[in-house]
């Protein structure tokens, strides 16, 4: 069964940014995050540097490609 949220979710459109700036978006919204809340991104390459930084710090993420170098990353706590 899964559950429903009342809490809206967090896009973030992280295209044509350089790094550092898409990880430094994505560490502010995951500070202020409330409970039971998703990130959703759309980013131009996979951002492996992240899920690394995500799994050590007990977020879980899925990563789909909905067009050629397009990649949209989901993330919640685990």
Not at 17 to 41: C, H, N, Y
Request: a negative charge; proline letters at 10%; one cysteine or more.
């Amino acid at each position: 069964m899964s559950q429903s949220t009342d809490l809206p979710e967090v896009f973030l459109d992280l295209r044509g940014l350089f790094p550092p700036e898409p990880m430094e978006r994505v560490l502010d919204a995951l500070a202020s995050l409330k409970t039971g809340q998703q990130i959703r991104m759309m980013i131009e390459r996979e951002p492996h540097p992240l899920f690394r930084m995500l799994e050590r710090n007990g977020y879980s993420w899925h990563c789909t490609e909905p067009e050629p170098g397009l990649y949209q990353v989901v993330i919640q706590e685990s």
